[in-house]
């Protein structure tokens, strides 16, 4: 029976590899407690989407380096699988997010409605509604304003009205907010 080879890493290479295998180990396992921590599922999406990548990040690391002087050459292929996480994670995350909005929608749950992120960061550029707020035009019917609505109003209005601020200020030659140069 022949023995099967040994390697040996230099002491900084393995002081350098357990210590990414370790905070990616932590990293990992904090985003795991807030998963059981935190009470909604909308609050529970963030811990695995933003932590855990950096923990599979860190353990990447340690596997390219451990790797790269076991061989003797760049294991440089590893990247590829860091490189497939970083993308498929958040967009996994969007469409979890997107289908768990649009069923607490339907079972008409209290959830923030949608905001325009083009219209506050390029005014021009946002069309003048969203597509979720003429879909709400056309399902509600028309009813008697209440004082409750009268004050849900208001504070739309003070809303519109701070996001044109904000479109005045990015854009210093759109006059009325609207997005169009006077």
Known sequence: MSAAPTFLLPLWAEILVAFFAICGGLISLLGASGVLRLQTFFARIHAPALITTGGVWCLMLATIIYFSFQTGKPAI??????????????????????????????????????????????????????????????????????????????????????????GAVQDPEAKDGSGKAA
């Open 77 to 166: 292929n590893i990247l590829l699988l860091g490189l497939f996480i970083a993308i498929t994670s958040p967009v996994t995350t969007i469409f979890l997010m997107r289908a768990a909005l649009f069923r607490s929608r339907q079972k008409g749950e209290n959830v923030p409605r949608s905001v325009n992120m083009l219209q506050l960061a390029v005014p021009r550029m946002a069309p003048e509604k969203d597509d979720d707020e003429q879909d709400e035009e056309q399902e509600k019917p028309q009813a008697k304003p209440t004082q409750a609505s009268n004050a849900t109003d208001a504070e739309e209005e003070k809303l519109d009205q701070l996001v044109e601020n904000i």
